[in-house]
């Protein structure tokens, strides 16, 4: 019994740590849940400002590469298209 109530501060410390935890986790999983949920929002967006690009007769592939494109630093770009150019060549598609 002596053994028992030593380690019952111990016990009441841990669990008031683990409580804290317990709270924290749940903050962060509920920010992550909103966040998730607006991540599918502005994909469906997305999707939608697609739908109407194609229903303009515009290539969503096309879009699709030229925004691709639009993120790449202008060196890293230079870099690609270099190596696109020296690949076609190596196969004959030049």
Same mark, same amino acid.
């Given at each position: 019994?002596? *053994?028992? #109530? %030593?380690? #019952?501060?111990e016990? *009441?410390? /841990?669990d008031?740590?683990?409580?804290?935890?317990?709270? =924290? !986790?749940?903050?962060?999983? #509920?920010? !992550?849940e909103?966040? &998730?949920? *607006?991540? #599918?929002?502005?994909a469906?967006d !997305?999707?939608?400002?697609? @739908? &109407? %690009? /194609? /229903?303009?007769?515009?290539?969503?592939?096309?879009?699709?590469?030229? !925004?691709?494109?639009?993120? =790449? *630093? @202008?060196? &890293?770009? =230079?870099?690609?298209? %270099?190596?696109?150019?020296?690949?076609l060549? %190596?196969?004959?598609? /030049?």
């Open positions: 019994m002596a *053994d028992f #109530a %030593a380690n #019952a501060p016990k *009441d410390e /841990s008031a740590i683990g409580a804290a935890a317990r709270d =924290q !986790i749940r903050a962060l999983i #509920a920010r !992550i909103r966040l &998730e949920e *607006d991540k #599918a929002g502005v469906a !997305i999707k939608e400002v697609y @739908a &109407e %690009a /194609s /229903s303009m007769g515009y290539d969503t592939k096309v879009l699709r590469k030229v !925004i691709s494109i639009r993120k =790449q *630093d @202008a060196h &890293e770009r =230079q870099e690609m298209e %270099a190596l696109l150019e020296l690949y060549g %190596a196969v004959g598609e /030049s």
